[in-house]
C-alpha cells in the first residue's frame, strides 16, 4: 500500500511554461484534493474531487487546472506558470474525517 | 464559512518544559478539528483529531489537546518537550458532513524551537 504519491518531488518552470503535477493513491478513497503551501499562510485548498468526473475550486484556484479521470488519479496543471506560483504542492486523499497527504511538490518558477 | 488562528508564529521552549500551542477556530457548525505536524522537508502527519466524541484528545508522541466550545480553541500541549519535537505544527478545521470532508481550513502555522 504505497498510500498517496506524488510526481515529481522537485521541479523548477520558467514563466509562461505549463507543467501537469502527478497525485496517485490506491486506497479506493473518493475525495481527493490539492494544497500550497506557502511560508506564514499555511495551506490553502486549490481544487478537490469528490469522486471520478467531479471536480471544484477551492481557496485558491486561479492559474490551475484539474480533472478526475479515475478514483486513483487527480493531477493538477499549470496553464502559465507564474512566480506566485512558486510553493510546495500536497495532495491528499480523504477517507471518513481524516486526510492522507502525499510527501509533495517543490516548485520554483523563475 | 470556517477559520483558524494560530497564535504566535515561532514558539521557543526548553528541552522538559511544557509546550502549548495555540489555535482558536471559528466555524458556524459543529467542527471536526486537527493538528498535524510537519518535520522540515516532509509531508503533513496527523498528531490527533477531535471529531465531538470526547473533548480531551490525546495524539502520538505524548501530545493532548483540549477542545473547549466556549473559548472556540483546540489548543495542543506536551507536558515535556522533547528536541525531537522541534517542527512545524499546523491547526485545521472541517466542517461535519456533506462534501465537506475534503475540504480543511490550516491555520498558518507555528514553528517549535526546543533548545537544550
Known amino acids: 500500500n504505497a498510500g498517496v504519491t506524488q510526481t515529481p518531488k522537485f521541479q523548477v518552470l520558467k514563466t509562461g511554461q505549463s507543467m501537469t503535477l502527478q497525485c496517485a493513491q490506491d486506497?479506493?478513497?473518493?475525495?481527493m484534493s490539492w494544497y500550497r503551501q506557502d511560508p506564514g499562510m499555511g495551506l490553502r485548498l486549490i481544487h478537490y474531487s469528490v469522486g471520478a468526473g467531479i471536480t471544484d475550486q477551492g481557496e485558491v484556484p486561479n492559474g490551475y487546472n484539474v480533472s478526475r479521470s479515475t478514483t486513483e488519479d487527480f493531477p493538477l496543471r499549470l496553464l502559465s506558470a507564474a512566480p506566485s506560483q512558486t510553493s510546495v504542492y500536497f495532495c491528499?486523499?480523504?477517507?471518513?474525517?481524516?486526510?492522507?497527504f502525499g510527501p509533495g511538490t517543490r516548485l520554483t518558477v523563475t | 464559512a470556517q477559520s483558524v488562528t494560530q497564535l504566535g508564529s515561532h514558539v521557543s521552549v526548553s528541552e522538559g518544559a511544557l509546550v502549548l500551542l495555540r489555535c482558536n477556530y471559528s466555524?458556524?457548525?459543529?467542527?471536526?478539528l486537527f493538528w498535524y505536524v510537519q518535520y522540515p522537508n516532509q509531508g503533513l502527519q496527523l498528531l490527533l483529531k477531535y471529531t465531538s466524541a470526547a473533548t480531551l484528545v490525546k495524539g502520538i508522541n505524548g501530545f493532548e489537546a483540549e477542545f473547549k466550545k466556549s473559548e472556540t480553541s483546540f489548543h495542543l500541549t506536551k507536558p515535556s518537550a522533547h528536541m525531537s519535537d522541534a517542527a512545524e505544527y499546523f491547526c485545521a478545521v472541517s466542517n461535519a458532513g456533506g462534501t465537506s470532508y475534503g475540504k480543511l481550513t490550516f491555520g498558518q502555522g507555528t514553528i517549535l524551537t526546543v533548545h537544550p
Open positions: 486506497m479506493n478513497h473518493e475525495y
Open positions: 491528499a486523499s480523504t477517507f471518513g474525517i481524516e486526510q492522507y
Open positions: 466555524s458556524s457548525v459543529p467542527p471536526y
